[in-house]
């Protein structure tokens, strides 16, 4: 694995306690990923053998607003998100969708029998979940989503079409966003809980992607679905309760691209003090060393906003537009860091082997998932301004 880079010392005084659940992280994730990560990659295979053992870690856990003991506190659960994504991303999203969506969500939402039903069973690994809020012709805006949950007899029926469902393809639980068809024009939209398999869904894997390839992602198709009126998350009315969970995963992500991009960071420095050309390590050459430098400067301002996200979040004064703006910040920062190491690696920066191209273009479903970054722009810009230029 990689050399660790935190120049400023941006976790160094961390207490022991914090770090525990990140050491446990890497040192899994050393052992038993890294190895075979590229291979992993170039087969688009998802290491499901490794379930137990991240569950085991204490890295299936919701986020729910209620205190939990039992919760890793925010800079502990920060910096075991920065070491997923220093391996792969695909596995810090499989972690975000388990325990930020879909975990969070039975949390914030769930009634007292369906938290009983499938947390324990979730934070096991015994029962993966996902999240199904984006739609074929709905991402940016899911307010405009087009699946639709009817009242019945018995309870509900669901009709519609999620798509880039991630864990769909292993999930034992679909959390799943629809309309209301009472009040579909104001947009009442609700959370279920979908069972799978069950009659009328279908999941689809989604394949032959050329980001984020270690990480199962689906569609799920749902027609003529039956549920009772048990299945409907009792706390869910409304888009707030889904976008609470999407903060959650957001955070992870902010701190998920610092690990990121100091695995890209710590190979391009590597390589160019190895590599000899011109009779001496390119690291050794003015401009290598100012694009370096530059990386440094990302890498730097990306894990001070990580850090302060969680104390924020200790304190209680983390607001929504924060979150964005690390989502935002972060993401980008860990692009340009990425791009930057790929080409200092040279011809060897597009081998998968080195690991670089596999982060870059991870990156790409990440600046894309949980909010683009137009989108954090025009939430911060409405912060900013109290004036809403999304439509
Ligand atoms: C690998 C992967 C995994 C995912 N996992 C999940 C998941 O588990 N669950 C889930 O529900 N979704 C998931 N998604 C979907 C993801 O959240 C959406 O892709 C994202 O919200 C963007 O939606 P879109 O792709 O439809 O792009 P669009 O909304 O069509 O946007 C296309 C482009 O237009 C820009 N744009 C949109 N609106 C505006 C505007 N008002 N002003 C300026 N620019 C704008 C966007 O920034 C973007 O650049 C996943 C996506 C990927 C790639």
Known sequence: MTELIDYLGAFADVPEGERRLAAATRELLERSVMPRIADLYESSA??????????????????????????????????AQRELERCDSGLRSLVSVQSCLAMTAIERSGS?????????????????GCFGLTEPEHGSDPSGMETRAQRTAEGWRLDGHKRWVSNSPIARVAVIWAKSESSAATGDIRGFLVPLPWPGVEV??????????????????????????????????????????LNEARTSIAWGAVGAAEACLDMAREHTGRRVQFGRPLAGFQLVQERLV?????????QLVARRLAELKVRGALRHPHISFAKRHNV????????????????????????????MANLESVAT??????IHTLILGADLTGLSAFR
């Open 46 to 79: 998802f290491p499901s053998d490794i379930i137990p053992a991240l569950a085991e870690i204490g890295l299936f856990v919701g986020h729910g607003p209620e205190h939990d003991e039992a919760r890793p506190g925010p800079l502990a659960w920060g910096l």
């Open 112 to 128: 007292a029998d369906q938290r009983a039903e499938w947390l324990p069973a979730m934070r096991r690994g015994v029962a993966i």
């Open 204 to 245: 689809r894997p989604l394949t032959r992607k050329q980001s984020l390839r270690v990480s199962p992602s689906g569609e799920v198709l749902l027609k003529d679905v039956r549920l009772p009126e048990s299945a409907r998350l009792p706390g869910a009315e409304g888009l707030g309760a889904a976008l609470a969970c």
């Open 294 to 302: 530059a990386m440094l400067d990302d890498l730097i301002s990306a």
């Open 332 to 359: 980008a920062a860990a692009q340009r860091i990425a791009a930057r190491a790929r080409a200092l690696l040279g011809a060897e920066g597009i081998i998968t082997d080195r690991h670089v191209m596999r982060h």
């Open 369 to 374: 998932y949980e909010g683009t970054d137009e």
